[in-house]
C-alpha cells in the first residue's frame, strides 16, 4: 500500500459499504492552487470542466478559488449557477445542443456558447432573436492537431464530429456578418484529452496565433481566445506526481501564443484539476483460481469506473489491507461484461476475501460516468480533510461552520 495516503483511517474505510469513492481535499486544494497560481501570474483564466466531476464539494472549492466552468449541457449550465458560479464565468460547448439548451444559456446571459458549426450559428442567431438576447458566442475551430493520446479521445484531427473544419472557414467569415443577433466574442480549440507531449500545446498555440491573425484580417477583432482542456496527469505514478505541473503548461502557451493586445487568454481543465483527488475503494469479492490464471473478483466495476472497459484505461491498483505485493491476478469486475476488467496480470498483495482494494486517479471521469447496468447500486462519495473522514452532507456543513 505504497501509494495510499489514508491509512490511518482504514478501520472507520472498511466499516464503509464498498464500492465507494473517496476524495483528499488537501490534495484538491493544494492542485487548484498551483493551478491557480500559475495561470493568475500570465492572467490567463481557468474555466473548470464541470464534466470531468460535479460533486459539490469538489466545486464549492472551485468556485472559491474564482474559477469558471465550462459546462456540455443545459443540465451543467443550470448546475454551475446553481452552485454559484458567475454567468459570466460560464462557457457552453457540445456539437448538438439543443433549442432548449440554447435558450438556458442565452437568458442566463453566459459568457460564451462555444459553437461547433454553421447550422448551430444559425439557430442560436434565430432563438436569440427570437427571446430578443445577443448571444455570446466564441467559434470552435479544429485545428487539424494530432493529440497524440487514445483514439477514443481526441478530438482536434479533421472530420471529427467536434469543431469547424479549417477548410470551411472562407465559407464561415463571408457569413459571419449576416448574424444580427450574435456577438462574435471568441475563438475556442481544444484538441483532446489526457494528453502528456506538451508539444501538442505548443502545435496547438502556434495555430491558434495563426488563425486569429486570420480573422483579426478579416475585421474580426476578438476579445478572447480559449485553449481548452486535455492536459493529461500520470496514472501510473499517482503518489509521486500527484500534482500536474501546470507551470510548465502554461509556460507553453506564454512562450508560443501571439496575439493582439488586451486579448484574454482561457482555458477549460477537467482531470488535471481533479482525477489524483479521488480513489475509488472496493472489496475483494472473491480470489477465483482459473486454469493458468488467478481472478481477483472485486464488488467495483466497469458500472462504477468505465474508462478501463472503454479506452483500455490504466488505473494503479493496490490491495491496501495487506502490505507485501506478491502475487499476479487478472482484476475484475462483477458485471455480466467481458470487458469488466481493471487490469490483466497486476501485481498485488497475496489478496483474500473482503481485502480492500483502491484503483487510483479516478477524481475525473470516474463517478460521474457511472451507471446502473445490471440494476447496481451506484457508489456513494466520502471526503477526507486534514486526517477526518466525512460524508459530503457533513463534509458541507463543516466547510461552511468554518466560514462563520
Ligand atoms: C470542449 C472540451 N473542453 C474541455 C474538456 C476537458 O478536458 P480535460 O478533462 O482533458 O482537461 C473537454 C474534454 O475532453 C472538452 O471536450
Ligand atoms: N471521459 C474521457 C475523456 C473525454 C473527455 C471529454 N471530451 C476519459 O475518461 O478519459
Redesign the pocket.
Known sequence: MKNFPHISLFEELNAIETPFYLYDMNLLNRTLNKAKEAADKRGYFI?Y?L??NNNNPLLIAIRERGFGV?C?SGNEVSKALEMGFSPDTIDF??IGKTDEEIETALNAEIFSL?VESIEELEVIDEIAGKIGKIANVSL?INPNIDAHTHKN?T?GLSENK?GLDLTMLPKLVDRLHAFKNVELKGL?F?V????LDLNVFKELAQKASQLNHYFYNQGFKFKHINM?????VSYKNPSNESIVDFEAFFKVFEENLSLPQGMKVHF??????V?QSGILITKVVFVKKGLTKKFLILDGGMTDLIRPALYQAFHLTENISREEVSETYDVVGPICESTDCFGENLVLSTSYRGDLVAIYTTG??GQVMSSKYNMRDKAKAYYVANGILYTEKDYVHAINAEKE
Open positions: 474555466h470542466a464534466k470531468a465550462d456540455v460547448a457540445g462555444n470552435r479521445i478530438t467536434f475556442h481544444h483532446g484529452s489526457q494528453i481548452g482542456g486535455g492536459l493529461g477549460e481543465l477537467g482531470r488535471a484539476l482525477a475525473a471521469y
